[in-house]
């Protein structure tokens, strides 16, 4: 049976995939920055076309410029990228205006934001969102006051599909939605507590409060978030009552920015405090078209196998993928003397991976973060249902590798079965490790791999008949699907046919 692996979803993860989520955001910034021109100039906003440019030029140059200076004065490399969305989010924080002085308070936020960012910072990870430290310090000195102007109604139609573009694209959409719950929330109460309808108020939280532009801009930064789903939702709820909810302390008032930066701080203390520095050790080949990269960390690195590991990679001549990268971990936590990550080798290959598969062993690398809740149930009695599609085993090797072998012949004795399809046999990365780990291994390649330990079950990822034939007892496993946006979202399909109710996924954006 031919079967198709494309879906409207895949097809959209794959769209997404080919930019950098920097890059993305600077488009989604653009384009908002756009559709304020458009409502001005046929007077649907307050503000003139001048008055929106004079504030726009000024945030932008003054970033980018400041973003210079800092590179120089700490011997980094800067991100264009970054200074531009840092530039942009002030753009819509302070009123737009063509006053010198004023204009002059917009460039010192922008100076304030991109020193935050080696200023307030832990072994080179900055903990602040660098846009929401710009307007606190500007807001305390009362030199200049945020308005976040961008939560003007009509700019709703832009910036609504371009917050969601960004949540969905970040995987932040459920971190986005606690937020905007609690926020509606508390707002709607205090209307009904004063005397007003629910509805005004509901009205009035959309049209009056930037709770889109804040969850999807400024909640979201990547830097500055916890590692985990469960700490991220707690973050967007304790942000909420204080976005929400008019506080004081002396003469400094609760305001959305000055929320932000108390959600940073405890999402600096969840999460890896402080920057990650690797250096590379070596670089295996796994198959004629993947390789792995050990690094020795120069800390001891806290991660959860199945976690990925975002890399930052400084290289002139980017493409539009960026300096930064997620590579799902695939080394043992336990073995704090080294961190593998793999990758697919593509011909051409994008500027990152190209830098970085040259790297000669002894090269520095920094990583930005470590995170993902693409792990395996706590309860060793649960039957396990992996399925990897090319590269896709990645994560799976970390778990089975942290298990290693169990009284009950299975990694850790517990009953796994993985599902692995690949475009040969000899794309099977890792097999004859795997074949070790007691793992009930099924290969979906064009032809039996005739290898040991291994059932070949065909060409192609199995639909649910050949699962449930392979794997009786299927419907009573947690399924673990990582690989191709496309395979994981077939994959997805056929296990829930095949009668499988928890399904956790892990899609590779940019594969």
Not at 197 to 217: N, Q, R
Not at 232 to 256: I, K, N, W
Not at 308 to 330: K, M, V
Request: charge should be positive; include cysteine.
């Amino acid at each position: 049976m031919t079967v198709s692996l494309s879906t409207p979803t895949a097809r959209l993860q794959r769209l997404l995939g080919k930019t950098s989520m920097y890059r993305m955001l600077v488009l989604a910034l653009l384009a908002m920055v756009a559709w304020s021109f458009v409502l001005s100039l046929t007077g649907a906003l307050f503000y003139t076309p001048a008055e929106l440019g004079a504030a726009l030029g000024t945030a932008v140059i003054s970033t980018l410029v400041a973003s210079r200076v800092m590179g120089l004065l700490f011997r980094t490399f800067p991100q264009t990228d970054s200074a531009l969305i840092t530039g942009l989010l002030l753009f819509f924080l302070f009123w737009p205006t063509t006053s010198g002085p004023e204009l002059g308070t917009v460039a010192l936020a922008a100076f304030a934001a991109t020193a935050s960012k080696y200023l307030l910072a832990w072994r080179r990870r900055h903990i602040f969102n660098p846009a929401a430290v710009g307007a606190v310090v500007i807001g305390l000195t009362g030199l200049n006051t945020p308005v976040w102007w961008v939560a003007a109604p009509l700019m709703l139609i832009v910036v609504l599909p371009a917050a969601l573009l960004v949540l969905y694209r970040s995987r932040l959409l459920p971190m986005a939605g606690v937020f905007t719950l609690v926020t509606v929330g508390i707002v709607v109460l205090r209307f009904a507590v004063s005397g007003e309808s629910a509805l005004e108020g509901l009205v009035t939280a959309f049209t009056s409060y930037p709770i889109i532009f804040f969850a999807g801009f400024m909640l979201s930064e990547p830097l500055t978030l916890p590692p985990l789903r469960w700490q991220r939702l707690a973050e967007a709820g304790v942000v909420a009552v204080l976005f929400a909810t008019p506080l004081s302390a002396g003469p400094v008032f609760m305001s959305p920015e000055l929320a932000l930066l108390v959600g940073n701080l405890l999402a600096f203390a969840a999460g890896q405090r402080g920057g990650i520095s690797l250096r590379l050790r070596e670089t295996r080949e796994l198959t004629p078209t993947s390789r792995e990269l050990v690094f020795v960390p120069e800390r001891p690195l806290r991660y959860r196998a199945g976690q990925y590991l975002e890399l930052s990679l400084p290289h002139q001549n980017a493409d539009g993928r960026g300096l930064r990268r997620i590579f799902s971990i695939t080394s043992d936590p336990a073995d704090a003397g080294e961190v593998s990550i793999a990758m697919r080798v593509a011909s051409p290959g994008s500027s990152f991976k190209t830098k970085l598969l040259g790297a000669k062993p002894g090269t520095r690398v920094a990583a930005t973060t470590v995170g993902g809740d693409f792990q395996l149930p706590r309860d060793p009695a649960q039957k396990i249902l992996m399925v990897a599609s090319g590269i896709g085993i990645t994560p799976f090797i970390s778990q089975l590798r942290s298990l290693g072998s169990g009284p009950a012949g299975g990694p850790g004795g517990r009953d796994i079965v993985l599902v692995y399809a690949a475009s040969s046999a000899q794309e099977l990365a890792y097999s004859a490790e795997l074949a070790q780990l007691g793992v009930q291994l099924f290969a979906c390649t064009p032809q039996d791999p005739l290898l040991p330990g291994w059932t070949w079950l065909g060409p192609g990822l199995p639909d649910a008949a050949r699962l449930l034939q392979a794997v009786p007892d299927a419907a009573v496993r947690s399924a673990f699907l990582a690989g191709s946006p496309s395979a994981v979202a077939f994959a997805r399909r056929e296990v829930r046919r095949a009668g499988v109710r928890k399904v956790h996924t892990d899609p590779f954006l940019g594969y």
